[in-house]
Structure formats: structure tokens, C-alpha cells
């Protein structure tokens, strides 16, 4: 009888970074990549464009909140969010998504994430001075061995007007279940409106002269 294979070892990860004993060349396929799945409080939101009753609204810190109590659950903001981020209350229907914790930054204190966070990945703070720490980080980690190091969220030309939350990450947006080139889904909508009413001005000057004609 043949003896069964004794325990295979799998590649699970050790106490280090990924590569960072291995090099990126030999880097194993199986690594832990962390991201926070929160709302990205985008320049150009459009949840704030299809959102119906002003549940949804810009702060003065430039953060997107919803009021939970105005929405009327139609879900139009689920749709539009291009990363998908927000959600549906399952007794009532209504959005819930992270508020980047508008009543502690209004009382002048750190969101909860950031003020738990052990290791700081998380942090708060000026935008421009957050982008400059994350640029001097992503330089640390190409010298580390580690290319893929990249920003996202980050470019205030992006489709959406660059992210109030951004985020940097280790391999490819996808990889991280990401868009790659986020766009505002509401962009085209004045153009698709403006087409709309021309068709439909169209078919009434159509339906008119048919009258008309038959009239006569």
C-alpha cells in the first residue's frame, strides 16, 4: 500500500512583510494585502448628484455623510457609487456607510479608525500633508524591494476629483477589488439628458406634422 504524502507546506505568511526576506522576484502568489473598504469621500460624488432627498450632503470638512432618517431607501446612491461602498439597511432599506466619523471631527477629535488603529496605518489629516507622508512612504517601500507600491485616490484629476480618502497599496487596484480608473457615474448625464429632450422634440414635431399632413 503507498503511504499517504506527509503535510504540504502551503506558503503561509511569517511575522515579515511580503518579500521582504525573498525579494519581489521570488515573492509566492499567496500574500496578506489589507485595505479598509470604507466610503472614499470622493471630490466629485455621485451619490450626492442622484440622491433625491438630500440625505446624502457635502460637510464643511469635505466629507459625504447620509442622514439615515431623511433617506427613503430608493437606492439610487448604491448604483452610482463607483465603488460600490454603500449599503442598504435590512429592516428598512435605507443607505448606511462610513461617515469618516462627522461628529468626532466636528468636535475637533481623530475618527475612530484612525485613533485605534495600532500600527497607524490609518491616519488623519490634512490632505496635502497626507499625500506628501504617503509619496515618502511609497519611496521607502520601492527601495525596500518592493515596485508595486503605488497610491490610489490620491490624483485630484482622476475621474472623480481624487478621493478624501486614499489609499496605498501593495499590488494592482484590481487585486484589491478596486476600479482602476474611477469615473464619476454621473458625468454623462447632462449629455444623455440633452439627447433625451432633442429625440423627444424630435417625435413631437414628427407626431405634429403627421397630424397636419393627415388634417389637410
Given at each position: 500500500?503507498?503511504?499517504?504524502?506527509?503535510?504540504?507546506?502551503?506558503?503561509?505568511?511569517?511575522?515579515?512583510?511580503?518579500?521582504?526576506?525573498?525579494g519581489?522576484?521570488?515573492?509566492?502568489?499567496?500574500?496578506?494585502?489589507?485595505?479598509?473598504?470604507?466610503?472614499?469621500?470622493?471630490?466629485?460624488?455621485?451619490?450626492?448628484?442622484?440622491?433625491?432627498?438630500?440625505?446624502?450632503?457635502?460637510?464643511?470638512?469635505?466629507?459625504v455623510?447620509v442622514?439615515?432618517?431623511?433617506?427613503?431607501?430608493c437606492?439610487?446612491?448604491?448604483?452610482?457609487?463607483?465603488?460600490?461602498?454603500?449599503?442598504?439597511?435590512?429592516?428598512?432599506?435605507?443607505?448606511?456607510?462610513?461617515?469618516?466619523?462627522?461628529?468626532?471631527?466636528?468636535a475637533?477629535?481623530?475618527?475612530?479608525?484612525?485613533?485605534?488603529?495600532?500600527?497607524?496605518?490609518?491616519?488623519?489629516?490634512?490632505?496635502e500633508?497626507l499625500?506628501?507622508r504617503?509619496?515618502?512612504?511609497v519611496?521607502t517601500?520601492?527601495?525596500?524591494?518592493?515596485?508595486?507600491?503605488?497610491l490610489?485616490?490620491h490624483d485630484?484629476?482622476?475621474?472623480?476629483?481624487?478621493?478624501?480618502?486614499?489609499?496605498?497599496?501593495?499590488?494592482?487596484?484590481?487585486?484589491y477589488?478596486?476600479?482602476?480608473?474611477?469615473?464619476?457615474?454621473?458625468?454623462?448625464?447632462p449629455?444623455?439628458?440633452?439627447?433625451?429632450g432633442?429625440?423627444?422634440?424630435?417625435?413631437?414635431?414628427?407626431?405634429?406634422?403627421?397630424?397636419?399632413?393627415?388634417?389637410?
Open positions: 500500500a503507498r503511504m499517504a504524502a506527509g503535510p504540504e507546506f502551503l506558503g503561509l505568511p511569517g511575522a515579515q512583510p511580503p518579500g521582504r526576506s525573498s519581489a522576484e521570488t515573492r509566492s502568489d499567496f500574500r496578506w494585502l489589507m485595505m479598509s473598504d470604507v466610503c472614499k469621500h470622493c471630490t466629485h460624488a455621485a451619490c450626492l448628484d442622484v440622491c433625491p432627498t438630500g440625505s446624502l450632503f457635502r460637510t464643511e470638512f469635505g466629507t455623510v442622514q439615515e432618517d431623511i433617506c427613503n431607501g437606492g439610487y446612491c448604491i448604483s452610482a457609487c463607483p465603488y460600490g461602498v454603500i449599503d442598504r439597511r435590512e429592516d428598512d432599506g435605507r443607505a448606511w456607510k462610513c461617515t469618516l466619523c462627522y461628529d468626532r471631527i466636528g475637533g477629535k481623530t475618527p475612530a479608525c484612525a485613533q485605534a488603529c495600532p500600527t497607524e496605518s490609518i491616519q488623519y489629516g490634512p490632505l500633508e499625500r506628501e504617503a509619496a515618502a512612504r519611496a517601500l520601492h527601495e525596500r524591494g518592493v515596485p508595486e507600491a503605488r490610489y485616490g485630484p484629476n482622476d475621474g472623480v476629483g481624487g478621493d478624501g480618502a486614499f489609499f496605498l497599496l501593495l499590488d494592482e487596484p484590481e487585486v477589488g478596486l476600479p482602476p480608473d474611477p469615473v464619476v457615474t454621473t458625468r454623462d448625464l449629455k444623455m439628458w440633452k439627447k433625451a432633442l429625440a423627444a422634440l424630435a417625435m413631437a414635431a414628427a407626431a405634429v406634422a403627421a397630424f397636419v399632413g393627415g388634417s389637410s
